[in-house]
């Protein structure tokens, strides 16, 4: 089978899944599926790193609270969300309430670890941020392999 790799910028993302759209429901499902698990792998490892919070500076008790929230969602890329106000602790604070300041910390509120060291145009973070940088090479690597794989099973059953 001669196949047709490509490579994903992410302004190119928009035609890509306008693309996928036209390829028909089939093709959206098999591309679904597989960026749900890639979220779910992710989300794994999200909740993984904020049982090690502690080590590193941050709130393992907020961290953990934080990480029961995180959820894969269903989608043509890899997402995860973050439970909001919805779920709420027992002091009465919500996850949504916690998230930025157990995962950045915070020099004004002292519920919170200190602040997290500046990297970039931003802070480092406590268990989200490096975490997910730690990821994303491979991220992006099995998304555009997922896309690639359905890209090449659609081509097949409608050129072939």
Do not use: C, H
Not at 3 to 29: P, V
Not at 69 to 86: C, F, M
Not at 101 to 107: V, Y
Request: glycine share 10%; proline share 4%; hydrophobic share 35%.
């Amino acid at each position: 089978m001669n196949e047709t790799r490509i490579q994903i910028r992410q302004s190119d993302l928009r035609a890509l899944l306008n693309t996928f759209n036209k390829m028909g429901k089939a093709a959206n499902k098999d591309l679904r599926d597989a960026s749900y698990e890639i979220a779910r792998n992710t989300a794994r490892e999200l909740k993984a790193s904020a049982a090690g919070t502690g080590s590193i500076g941050g709130n393992p008790f907020q961290a953990q609270a934080v990480a029961q929230g995180i959820r894969p969602q269903r989608d043509r890329l890899a997402k995860i969300k973050i439970a909001g106000k919805r779920q709420v602790l027992s002091g009465g604070a919500s996850v949504e309430d916690l998230l930025w300041g157990s995962e950045t910390g915070s020099t004004k509120f002292g519920q919170f670890p200190k602040k997290s060291p500046v990297k970039g145009k931003g802070n480092q973070g406590y268990f989200i941020f490096p975490t997910l940088k730690r990821l994303q090479p491979r991220i992006r690597k099995d998304w555009v392999e997922a896309v690639n794989k359905v890209a090449d099973i659609w081509r097949a059953a409608n050129n072939g």
